[in-house]
């Protein structure tokens, strides 16, 4: 025990000393420049803290393993372990410095996290996976659920990294959890690797906290995520059921749990998943009226009430592990509608309130138009069929010019204006759809309209039409104002 303590105060009284010097030797040639979006400080601050936490990290096991006392016989024993740990973290390490000197692209950083994962599942470090003995055709199971874990752990505290003290606060409160759980567990291993870290966040967390004069840089982020899940994957070797594995999963869960929000709001957004926003779980405490430090405060509090929560679910063998999951679960699913995502409010009264159903009905309509249309025979039925379209999609007219003949047939309307989506055809011809301008019609279904309308004729060649590439035109004009054809493809005019 004495032991773990010293390197504690060693880890903290190194990185006092380092992050000063490294910042002010270091820190003008990574500089972190505000652009006045995501990156809102008001000067220029250097991002080394990685730098002086991995440097102090491994210090402390070069200095404790000097010193002259018995106990570290204990340190000598677990050095393979110490030594592997080191050489794999130290390839996201260099992924992370790279990266905030000269800048790489997500796809880039992605590549050496996954790299370093791999390796550290070759060194040993795995998440157990016991509870799976009866899957045992499944060999490389083991190896994607770690290179999964250990990819999810790092991109989310990076991704957690924007607030002064946010990473760094939720890394020292992870890796506090993860030395209290190796402690009471007697996992000696995992108590060593954690102590000189608490004691590194510790001591950088007197530069990092608002008013910062260090940013962490993804040199730390990137360190930090990716220690914290070789952490848990240690932690899960007292794992022997499903439910037991969630707990090292619960003293990570607020980032974990922010990168995945984010994964899913880009993709509902139809957006790239790597694309930066502000949209973050503390950016949307920011926009409640939270103060920077209010904010940082209040995640910590999160993640100090789920870290307390997982060590009670460890304390107790996990007898209580389900319920605890599921009270995190509803605890997470409130706070996320207390934050206001207009993602997930838009995606759950499209499901809730029957709207995405009525797309897939839409869309299935459409298809079976498409295939009704191309089957036309002649142009009477393609006539037809054009205005069985028109009336199950709402418009209220439509006049078709083709061949030298012109089909009409203009239905009431309730309104004085209307609007007109004009498909060209090849030698002048073309199809008028006509509709109310007070009516609704999803802009995604018009699209897919036009779309069907086009592929429909293009199959069907009973009648010669071979029409051009469809480029569809809005008209405003009022209701009793005669149809007439523009001069153009591909423009809008009103009267």
Known sequence: MFLIFTLGAIAVVLTLILTPLIRDYLGKAFLDHPDGGRKTHAKALPRVGGIAIVISYAATFAIALALPFSYTYVLHRALPDIIRLSLVCAVVFATGVVDDLVGLKAKQKLIGIVGASMLAFWAGIRVDIHFLHNLPQWPWLGFAITVLWLVGCTNAFNLIDGMDGLAAGVGLVAAITMLLAALTQGNLPLALATMPLVGCLLGFLRYNFNPAS????????????????????????????????????????????????????????????????????????????????????????????????????????????????????????????????????????MFLGGRFRRIIDVEARLVDFESALSKAINLEECWTKILAGTEEFGFQGVRMSVNGEVFEELGARNGDVTWQLRIPLPGGQYINFVRDL???????????????????????????????????????????????????????SGD
């Open 214 to 349: 260090v940013f962490l840089g993804d040199s730390g982020s990137l360190s930090i995520g990716f220690l914290m899940g070789c952490y848990g994957a240690l932690w899960s070797e007292k794992s022997v059921t499903l439910v037991a594995m969630t707990v090292p999963i619960l003293a990570v869960s607020i980032p974990l749990l922010d990168v995945l929000l984010s994964i899913t709001r880009r993709y509902l957004r139809n957006r790239p998943i790597f694309q930066g926003d502000r949209g973050h779980i503390h950016h949307k405490l920011l926009e409640r009226g939270f103060s920077t430090k209010g904010a940082v405060l209040t995640i910590y509090g999160m993640c100090s009430l789920v870290a307390v929560l997982s060590l009670v679910a460890s304390a107790l063998h996990n007898q209580f592990s389900g319920l605890i999951v599921l009270v995190v679960c509803g605890a997470a699913w409130l706070g996320i509608r207390h934050l206001d995502y207009a993602e997930f409010a838009m995606a759950s009264r």
């Open 438 to 492: 007070d009516s609704e019609l999803n802009p995604l279904i018009l699209s897919a309209f036009v779309s069907s309308v086009e592929r429909g004729l293009r199959s069907s060649i009973a009648h010669g039409l071979k029409p051009a590439r469809i480029q569809p035109e809005l008209i405003l004009r009022p209701a009793n104002a005669q149809l007439y054809q523009a001069a153009g493809a591909g423009t809008a």
